[in-house]
C-alpha cells in the first residue's frame, strides 16, 4: 500500500522558514515523482514545487526563489524547504506520490496533509 505522510507542518511567523517532510512506502521511491500541493479553504488543491524521479525541480511562480523541493532516496523521503514566508502561504500542504505512469500502479497518491500557518 503507497502511503505518504506529511509532517512539520505548523505555525510560524511572516518571514519565519519551515520544512515540510514526505516520507513515502509501499513502493519503490525512485519510481515517483514527489509534488507537493496546498489548498486554501474552499479552493481547488495548486502545485507549489514538483521533483522528478531524476531529481529535477520544478515551481509554481509563488514559490520561486522562497522554496526549495529536495529528496533523499536513501530515506525514501521528500521535503519541501519554505522560506521568507508569506501569510498567503497559510494553507493545507499534500504531498503526491505520482505513479501514474508506472507500470502496475497507473495512479497518484495523496497523504493527509500538514496544516501550515503564516501569522503576519
Known amino acids: 500500500q503507497v502511503q505518504p505522510v506529511e509532517s512539520g507542518g505548523g505555525l510560524v511567523q511572516a518571514g519565519g522558514s519551515l520544512t515540510l517532510s514526505c516520507s513515502a512506502s509501499g513502493y519503490t521511491f525512485t519510481a515517483s515523482a514527489i509534488g507537493w500541493y496546498r489548498q486554501h479553504p474552499g479552493d481547488q488543491r495548486a502545485l507549489v514545487a514538483a521533483i522528478s524521479s531524476g531529481g529535477i525541480p520544478n515551481y509554481a511562480d509563488s514559490a520561486k526563489g522562497r522554496f526549495t523541493i529536495s529528496r533523499d532516496n536513501t530515506k525514501s523521503t521528500a521535503y519541501l524547504q519554505m522560506n521568507k514566508l508569506k501569510p498567503e502561504d497559510t494553507g493545507l500542504y499534500y504531498c503526491?506520490?505520482?505513479?501514474?505512469?508506472?507500470?502496475?500502479?497507473?495512479?497518484?497518491?495523496w497523504g493527509k496533509g500538514t496544516l501550515v500557518t503564516v501569522s503576519s
Open positions: 503526491n506520490v505520482d505513479l501514474v505512469g508506472v507500470r502496475g500502479y497507473g495512479r497518484d497518491y
